[in-house]
Structure formats: structure tokens, C-alpha cells
């Protein structure tokens, strides 16, 4: 049983080309993460919703748009990629908001050529 | 501004010792601390957090914490190293003004030597 699982687990693909990643946690929890890790290992936060609520948005390209269709879903996706956007990006979900454990899929290692 | 610092890039310990993985922090009102481990290819894993009472804080594979204020500081301890411990180790803190944010800190590669 996947707590939180992402799709797809690589990604490669051409500079210029739109992308989707999705998230989907099985853990009842309200609140979801999108994190990017940087090719130095640092974790940076990008967005979260609560309850399909954005309440976190970081100053993150317009390129990158999060959809919370549901509060067990937290999907990516990004346009016109480039190069800068090669990462990992985890998702994590959490009981609620405000300091609670929070809970990471595996990853999504996203590769712009 | 809120802020997490791992000075030590790697720490390299031999199994059966101790180990200490350092962390401070910088946040607004009262600290939530919290320690993840992330193993190769794997997202990362909750270790412990630390939010109020007791400055020991024990976690998940023998792993615990200490919360200092006057240091601002939340090492991560274990008192006997294994192999299997070998990871990246992450120290985090809820932004003490805007709850719903948490900041990491660049992570510390923890080797265990047999």
C-alpha cells in the first residue's frame, strides 16, 4: 500500500515541451505539498492546498500550475520547460496544516534536454 | 527571516559509535523542528519532530533529538551508528509567521563505515 504515490517516477523530455505530474495520497490527509530538490539535494517548497485550497505559492515561474481536482490529488504541470527545471520534485501530504508530519512520495526525476 | 543550517556537509562515523548530525535554526515564536532521512532514490522519511515539552525528543530506528533554545539548535543523535544508517539527513522548521510553510535544510550526508 503507497501512502503517496507520484506518476511518473523519471521524466525526460525536450526544452520547450508542457508536462504533467501526478500525485495521489491514500492517507485521508488534507493538506498536500509540491517540493522541488535541486541537484545539490536542497528541498525547496512550491505549493500547497488544503482541502483543494491553494495556500501556499512561492515565487515559482508562471510555467508551473498546480490543479487539486480533490483532496486526495495533487497534480503539476509545467510549460515550456527548460533546462533550469531538471530536479526532483516530491509531492507530501499531511494530516492537516501547520506542523504536521508530512509524508513524501518517491519523487519525480524530471530531465529537460 | 526563517532559516535552517547544516554546517556539516557529511559526517562520517564508524558503526557502534555515536553519532551527531547538527542543526540550528532561525524562526519567529515557538520552534517546529523536525528531522527527515531520505535514502537513495526514496523520498524522504519522517524521523522526529520536536513541538513542546521534553528537549529529548526520541524518534523512529533509535534516532533522537535535542532541542536547545538558548543554542537554537536541534541535533540529531543516535548512540550507536549501523551501516543501514548511511543517508541523507534533512533538519526542518515550520515558518514561525506563516504555518503552512516549512523551510529544509540542505541536507547532511551521514556515512557509517563497517
Known amino acids: 500500500d503507497t501512502a503517496v504515490s507520484q506518476t511518473p517516477k523519471y521524466l525526460v523530455t525536450q526544452m520547450g515541451n508542457d508536462k504533467s505530474i501526478k500525485c495521489e495520497q491514500n492517507?485521508?490527509?488534507?493538506?498536500m505539498y509540491w517540493y522541488k530538490q535541486d541537484s545539490k539535494k536542497f528541498l525547496k517548497i512550491m505549493f500547497s492546498?488544503?482541502?483543494?485550497?491553494?495556500?501556499i505559492n512561492e515565487t515559482v515561474p508562471n510555467r508551473f500550475s498546480p490543479k487539486s481536482p480533490d483532496k486526495a490529488h495533487l497534480n503539476l504541470h509545467i510549460n515550456s520547460l527548460e533546462l533550469g527545471d531538471s530536479a526532483v520534485y516530491f509531492c507530501?501530504?499531511?494530516?492537516?496544516?501547520?506542523?504536521?508530519?508530512?509524508?513524501f512520495g518517491p519523487g519525480t526525476r524530471l530531465l529537460v534536454l | 527571516a526563517q532559516s535552517v543550517a547544516q554546517p556539516e556537509d557529511q559526517v562520517n562515523v564508524a558503526e557502534g559509535n555515536p553519532l551527531t548530525v547538527k542543526c540550528t535554526y532561525s524562526?519567529?515564536?515557538?520552534?517546529?523542528l523536525f528531522w527527515y532521512v531520505q535514502y537513495p532514490n526514496r523520498g524522504l522519511q519522517f524521523l522526529l519532530k520536536?513541538?513542546?515539552?521534553?528537549?529529548l525528543v526520541k524518534g523512529s530506528y533509535g534516532f533522537e533529538a535535542e532541542f536547545n533554545k538558548s543554542q537554537t539548535s536541534f541535533h540529531l543523535k543516535k548512540p550507536s551508528a549501523l551501516v543501514s544508517d548511511s543517508a541523507l539527513y534533512f533538519c526542518?522548521?515550520?515558518?514561525?509567521?506563516?504555518?503552512?510553510?516549512?523551510?529544509f535544510g540542505s541536507g547532511t550526508k551521514l556515512n557509517v563505515k563497517p
Open positions: 507530501a501530504s499531511s494530516l492537516r496544516q501547520g506542523g504536521e508530519t508530512q509524508y
Open positions: 492517507l485521508g490527509h488534507d493538506t
Open positions: 492546498y488544503n482541502n483543494k485550497e491553494l495556500i
Open positions: 524562526v519567529s515564536g515557538n520552534p517546529y
Open positions: 520536536y513541538i513542546t515539552g521534553d528537549n
Open positions: 526542518a522548521v515550520r515558518d514561525g509567521d506563516n504555518f503552512n510553510k516549512f523551510y
